[in-house]
């Protein structure tokens, strides 16, 4: 399946971008007649024919729409501070997007080492990996907010805090509960610091261990996003 992401797509014929068409014409090397299809990162697919390969303007005709392809029935949120090598969190953002992850918010915290983001840079990798992996949704990528501020508009219910404090004793799948949204903490390098953690018991949000292992970031963040996503498939109604 060739897959191109056109977020703007509103009509029954469309023309990819100079780059996309490049890369339809060239690269892969379709030609008139040949089929496409395209994604609009909210679960619009559409099966499109090549009417006009060129390799600047390539043009499209619309043929058929499916709604919601690839909706995910669960809802994970990663909600963790960026490294300072951006390398890593970059493939965090690769490999979450291809399991399966909803949102992911970055955040600032007393422990961070990177307090600015390119994130157009995350988007474009984010966009990569939902067309490689054949996903139909572009998870929602929000801006470095700082800690304090993120839990207080977070729901206490849902959300829980990955540390390494000896109280964190229960893992995910003690509170996991299917058919509802899950949002997970991961702090920097050098954890959330004990005013971080006091405030986020004080708001409601539980401890959770991710393992005996002492995680990097990066790995702590894409741990939990798996776990959410297995416990998804083993309490899912046959």
């Known amino acids: 399946m060739h897959l191109f992401y056109t977020p ?14 490049k890369h339809c014409t060239r690269v892969l090397r379709l030609h008139h007649g040949d089929t496409v299809y395209l994604v ?10 090549i ?3 060129n390799n600047k303007k390539c043009k499209l005709q619309i043929i058929d729409k499916q709604i919601e392809y690839g909706k995910l029935p669960y ?22 997007v291809e399991i399966g992850v909803s949102e992911i918010t970055f955040l600032l915290c007393e422990h961070s080492e990177r307090r600015q983001l390119r994130l ?10 939902m067309k490689q992996s054949q996903k139909g949704y572009l998870p929602l990528l929000n801006d470095l907010v700082p800690f304090n501020k993120f839990i207080q508009k977070s729901r206490p219910e849902a959300t829980f805090i990955a540390h390494l404090e ?8 003690d509170h996991y509960k299917f058919g509802e949204q899950h949002c997970v903490l991961i702090g920097p390098e050098g954890d959330f610091s ?3 953690i006091a405030a986020a018991y004080a708001a409601g949000i539980r401890p959770i261990t991710l393992g005996k292992s002492r995680l990097r970031t990066e790995t702590a963040a894409l741990v939990a996003c ?10 899912a109604p046959l």
């Open 120 to 129: 157009d840079r995350l988007e474009k990798i984010a966009v990569s990996a």
């Open 51 to 53: 009417q006009d390969a």
């Open 166 to 173: 000896d109280d964190a004793t229960k893992s995910i799948k």
């Open 75 to 96: 809802f994970t949120h990663i909600a963790v501070a960026p490294t300072k090598n951006m390398d890593r969190m970059e493939w965090f953002v690769e490999k979450a």
């Open 194 to 196: 004990a005013q971080e």
């Open 226 to 235: 798996h776990t959410l996503n297995v416990l998804h498939d083993i309490y």
């Open 8 to 21: 703007d797509i509103t009509a029954d014929f469309y023309t990819l971008p100079e780059e996309e068409s």
């Open 40 to 49: 609009d990162g909210v679960g619009g697919l559409y099966t499109a024919i």
